[in-house]
Nanobody
Framework: QSLIEESGGGSVQPGESLRLSCEVTEFTLQDYFIGWFRQAPGKEREGVSCISDSGNSTYYTDSVKGRFTISGDNANRLVYLQMNNLKPEDAAVYYC????????????????????????WGQGTQVTVSS
């Protein structure tokens, strides 16, 4: 079993909703930042939404603000991405990733949604939005 597993992708029509789930199997969410990233064909991977270890800080890329919501369930090691009012431009492979909250010297890392900072990645789940 991999460290991170995504689920919930699928094919929907514009305006519909999906909820993606990210299950973290080997570590506690309280020690990691969790992010959702996506990559469409021919495009670079982008950070969609991220949540800090405490859950107090979140990030959303501009194109999804007001439509997507990230949330965590620490007890069950799950992070969700609720995606409403989906648009064709949201179609992509969505990846969940984790970043340990400390540097090697145990100083705290700043919260970020930069994919280069994320250490562990799932295999991705496909989201298709078309009429």
């Amino acid at each position: 079993q991999s460290l991170i597993e995504e689920s919930g992708g699928g094919s929907v029509q514009p305006g519909e909703s999906l909820r993606l789930s990210c299950e973290v199997t080997e570590f506690t969410l309280q020690d990691y930042f969790i992010g959702w990233f996506r990559q469409a064909p021919g495009k670079e991977r982008e950070g969609v939404s991220c949540i800090s270890d405490s859950g107090n800080s979140t990030y959303y890329t501009d194109s999804v603000k007001g439509r997507f919501t990230i949330s965590g369930d620490n007890a069950n090691r799950l992070v969700y991405l609720q995606m409403n009012n989906l648009k064709p431009e949201d179609a992509a492979v969505y990846y969940c990733a984790a970043q340990f909250r400390y540097y090697d010297d145990l100083t705290r890392r700043p919260f970020s949604c930069n994919d280069d900072d994320y250490d562990y990645w799932g295999q991705g789940t496909q989201v298709t939005v078309s009429s």
